[in-house]
């Protein structure tokens, strides 16, 4: 028979309907074994306060410990009539230890304090195998910028032709946005790292435990301050929320392009067969499905999160049931980053880029036009006519089909006449090439080669510490 947390002023037990609501084993059982940990820390902190005798709680630990291979066995799991894991813990624990020892570990404590200490550990732990991940996505996209060297490709704005860049300028700007990724779960984690231990259900504990020697015990290096915010706050929860949802858009932009340059029309790249997937029915197809279902699940990443921020947003102080609902969506969201990185960094890892296509494109477009607004400039004309001549020599390109290096010494002096020297209007032919227009970048952050194959160390001493 099963023995509710309550029981004492009731007369029946829970409706069948109610107790299916109420249910949560389902997706709380992996706390189970942070909830042991948190028992084990709890059960000590009776002994100090001298609520366990010292062979109690030795005897204690003893039954925590045969209830924790129980749960790595299998041998102990929640049944249909456990509303949550600390519900099923209890009863196995009992089941263990007898109901007079058994029945001693719950003074001094709440599943409202309790629940509010398990999320923060599980996610500070989950945190790190994301982190881990992620670093691994930045490595990827490193040693894929490396491979590029000095290849320039079309810089787009608007997706239309811009300026030429490198292409590994251009896949470094995603890994710069992982890599704050990164350093905002370092962040992150210093705000979590208080123990809610010892709030009990709102208003702390009268039984003087030591709720710092618990929060050591459990990895955290301060006890939250007030025990009110400790069982009812999930700001930390929310903002982890938000961190994993911003991977999953960061790896989704980056998803976009990697679609976008596999295409036929682009043909910038071609995926590892063993990162693409085939058609049932088109024997030629070869699809990016790795890229789509990131770009796919960030959706659901972003959705956690806002699901979790509405749960939130109406809660009055302290506990409410609601706060029952914040597990799934981190628990999804951490499943589902575990899933999407690994193949995500594997497609990076092994894409292959198309260099003489991707080196022809860069300067088409008339993508140089700044580059001879800015030699004008450099000529002493003012940036407001250099625009309108370098305009005017886009629309005589434009007007034969040709591209802006095509001109000739003769269209130049023509349309600089007003401005330039005839003897000097043809020098603007020196900055006419793809790779001149690159090096000229070179201010710090720039795509000149040298800044990149800067900023690319500075991308290495950046996830160093991490
Ligand atoms: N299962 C609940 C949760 O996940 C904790 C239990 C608190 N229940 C209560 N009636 N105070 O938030």
């Known amino acids: 028979e099963h023995l509710a947390l309550w029981g004492g002023r009731f007369t029946s037990g829970p409706s069948a309907e109610l107790a299916r609501l109420s249910k949560s084993t389902q997706f709380d059982w992996r706390l189970a074994d942070d909830d042991i940990a948190g028992s084990r820390a709890h059960a000590r902190a009776l002994g100090r306060a001298g609520l366990l005798s010292t062979e109690e709680l030795s005897r204690m630990e003893e039954c925590l410990d045969e209830l924790q291979r129980q749960v790595d066995s299998g041998r102990f799991a929640p049944d249909e009539d456990d509303e949550d894991e600390a519900t099923a813990l209890e009863r196995g624990l009992l089941a263990i230890a007898g109901d007079e020892l058994g029945g001693k570990l719950r003074a001094g404590r709440s599943r409202n304090d309790q629940i509010a200490a398990l999320i923060r550990m599980w996610l500070r732990r989950h945190a790190r195998v994301v982190a881990g991940l992620t670093l691994d996505v930045v490595a990827a996209i490193i040693e894929q910028s490396r491979r590029a060297g000095d290849v320039a490709m079309p810089g787009r704005t608007h997706m239309q032709h811009a300026q030429p860049v490198l292409l590994a300028h251009q896949l470094m700007a995603h890994a710069w946005s992982l890599i704050r990724d990164l350093r905002r779960l370092v962040d992150w984690d210093a705000r979590i790292d208080e123990s809610p231990y010892g709030s009990g259900a709102l208003a702390g504990n009268t039984l003087g435990l030591d709720p710092q020697a618990v929060a050591k015990e459990l990895g955290f290096s301060k006890v939250v301050d ?145 580059d001879i607004a800015e030699w004008l400039v450099k000529q002493g004309v003012p940036f407001r006519h250099a625009h309108e001549l370098s305009g005017a020599c886009v629309k005589t390109a434009e007007s034969r089909g040709v591209e802006l290096l095509d001109l000739s010494d003769d269209d130049f002096r023509t349309i600089f006449h007003d401005f330039v020297p005839t003897d000097r209007a043809p020098m603007v032919h020196e900055v006419l090439s793809t790779s001149g227009s690159v090096s000229a970048r070179n201010g710090k952050g720039g795509t000149a080669p040298e800044r990149v194959a800067e900023q690319i160390e500075s991308a290495v001493d950046a996830i160093a510490p991490l």
């Open 226 to 370: 007030n025990s009110i915010d400790g069982t009812s706050s999930r700001d930390t929860t929310a903002e982890f929320s938000f961190i994993a949802a911003m991977i999953g858009v960061d790896l989704s932009r980056l998803s976009e392009e990697i679609i976008i340059w596999n295409s036929q029309e682009f043909g910038f790249v071609t995926l590892d067969d063993a990162y693409s997937t085939g058609s049932s029915i088109m024997p030629q197809k070869k699809n990016p499905d790795i890229a789509e279902l990131t770009r796919g699940k960030a959706g659901r990443l972003i959705g956690d999160l806002t699901g979790l921020l509405a749960t939130l947003k109406g809660l009055p102080t302290a506990y409410a049931r609601d706060l029952q609902e914040d597990k799934e969506a981190v628990f999804d969201q951490v499943d589902t980053l575990e899933v999407v990185m690994p193949a995500f960094a594997g497609m990076v890892r092994t894409m292959v880029f198309h260099r003489e296509r991707l080196e022809s494109e860069a300067p088409t477009g008339f993508a140089l036009a700044t």
